[in-house]
């Protein structure tokens, strides 16, 4: 019997829920406010966050990726912070492959998973430790920081899944989560294409 993958072998790879700090990890990158600016409402707000607060660390996504795969995970790990009433939050996306979920399970922190299906049905999974959220495939998500520590992340999917930034970033999401004195409201987006 003949195998054309590569023979893969066990691992236990350590995760800090507190950090989001991956050991090994395979790859990271990191968001910085300044290549976030189509998400945020207030463009004049966000333009001067991002010069008072020195262009501030957002968010970073670290992985662990064995090659031929059928399963990796990593972290993601959002900053505290809101720009013109709205909570940091990630560009957002939907899979490529349009048949792959994802699940989220939150370590620490506490956010908001806003989760918008292709036909527009638009809905909230809270993340707070212990709370594993499952999208479904093709929902688009997006994960919102409402505290003010970090919101750590462990996620898992499929490599194959891919992302599609480019439709949440062109259209919008129907909601946005809103910082009012430190309660959390979701209003609708009125600048929704
Ligand atoms: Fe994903």
Redesign the pocket.
């Known amino acids: 019997m003949t195998n054309e993958n590569a023979l893969l072998f066990p691992a236990g790879i350590q995760i800090s829920g507190l950090t989001g700090a991956v050991s090994p990890a395979t790859g990271q990158y990191e968001k910085r406010l300044s290549e976030l600016r189509e998400i945020f409402a207030d463009k004049a707000a966000f333009d001067h966050a991002v010069k008072e607060q020195n262009d501030p660390l957002v968010y970073r996504v670290v992985e662990y990726r064995p090659p031929q795969s059928d399963i990796f995970f990593g972290t993601t790990t959002m900053f505290p912070g809101h720009v013109g009433g709205e909570f940091y939050m990630t560009r957002g ?1 939907f ?1 490529a492959r349009r048949d792959m979920g ?1 699940i989220y399970y939150t370590q620490s922190g506490n956010g908001l998973l806003l989760l918008e299906s292709r036909e527009g049905d638009s809905r909230t999974v809270e993340m707070k430790p212990g709370v594993c959220a499952f999208i479904p495939p093709d929902w688009a ?1 997006r994960s919102i920081n409402i505290v003010d520590e970090p919101l750590v992340l462990v ?1 898992s ?1 499929n490599p194959e ?1 891919g ?1 599609d930034y480019a439709d949440i970033l062109k259209r919008g999401m129907r909601k946005r989560i809103m910082n009012e004195g430190g309660a959390v409201r979701i209003v609708d987006n009125t600048a929704y294409a």
């Open positions: 996306h899979h994802e998500r996620w999917c899944a992302h």
